[in-house]
């Protein structure tokens, strides 16, 4: 194909143009042939329009357009070729497809009579506390010099383009035609915006103080990230390794960081729990730590030493906790736990403490006298103390605790030791008729290899009544000035 171009007439806003398209082959062209049109400055093209001759063109057959209006608004000014690319999509297979180009021989110089902003770049940091230092270059492209001030906006927003943190620069030194200007370091604040990455938007002439000749070109996205983070501490446990379990004691090491941005000055809980198998945690003791933690700072706690008191027989996982009661605010909350995943086995000798041969020796008014049989079925000795609890009951299942003590003397390798007591019923006790039931080590902090035979009573019930006394024969026998003789009598 081969193609003719001319403008008609121009103004700074729009051009008027047509052209002629003829087809010199042999064969006819039954696509449409899509036509772009636009001027070209030897660097940059600018579109002005396009058309589309539908339904082809003929062998040797030529197309004139009418007369046609293309858009100049927002072209900067300067001098240019008018030209139209004929198959443009290049949808045609053709046998030259070099002459599909070309250009009207008068140059077209546009000289707008208005001015044009434009933002050419925007950069920005966020510094520790959130403040926005931001550079920006404007440039005026339009036709006329500005002398009046204008505004500009800038606004910081997240991927999804919210934000409503803004900055207002008020530019007022006045732009010349095709002059640029940076405006450098200027700065805000966006200690509001919680922490991720945001973009700078720039829109220059925000408040459309100036009349130009473009529009719709005041608005520039920075793709350049921006990251705002608060800086926080983070305390984190890095290790933890249990290396000796003897006398119910475990010795550890421990080491933690603060792998945050800021140090630590608060005084915070060291905790030391042990889980078992079934994933059930356990409390064993704490610490304050009172020493500040800087940046990076890494501190080892070594050979320390801790009882478990009266932990069920098993396999457990130590764990140390850093800041158990969350006293210290931290960019993660989940990294202060470790796990020493080397089991400990808590075990204990086969000691066992059985009660037995419990007696109700008299019950005389509210005395009671009692005894019973505490033997240690095993063979280990017995030196701890415990708990021995002394009750009433009766067939209605009510129980009254009538006395309870600590039994203190130790008991041999299978000893039998027998033990007696009387004891005074100071309590009311309701009227009926009762068991005696004994309980050997009932707060439970012997452990045992049976904790089943710690328990037994007296199968003979004993009456608890209730005492009523009646007076009578109340007689005065006599009297004188020194006093009354009278006697009484007393009945239960």
Known sequence: MEEVYWFIDFTADEIDYNFRIANDSPTDITEDIYCFVYVFDGDESYAVGSYTLEGGLGAGETFTSDRLTGDLIGIPN???SFRVNVDYDETITEANEENNIGEDPVPLTLESALPDLIIEGITGTADDSKWITYSIDIRNVGGADIDDPFSCEVALVNENQDGNIFDTILYSDGLG???SNHLFLQ??????????????????????????????NNVFFDTTPITIKTKMPDLSVTNVNWTNFENNEITFDFDFQNIGDIIVTDDFEVAVYLE???GNLLFIESELYEEDVDVEEIVLVDNVIVSLGNFAAGNYYLIVTIDDTDVVTESDEDNNDYYDFNPITVSYPTLDIAISNVDVISLEGNELSYS?????????????NFYVSIYLHNEEDQEYLIDAFIYDEGIEANQVIVYSEDIILSDPIPEADYQLYIVVDSKEEIGESDEDNNYDFDIDPISIKSVDLEVSNVTCQSYNNSGINFSFDIKN
């Open 372 to 384: 019973f049989e505490v033997s240690n079925e095993s063979n280990v000795e017995l030196s701890e």
């Open 187 to 216: 700065m805000f604040n966006a200690s509001s915006l919680e922490d991720g990455e945001y973009y700078l938007v720039a829109f220059i002439d925000s408040e459309d103080e100036i009349e130009e000749d473009d529009e719709e």
């Open 78 to 80: 300067g001098d240019y």
């Open 177 to 179: 035609a095709g002059v």
């Open 276 to 278: 078992d198998m079934e």
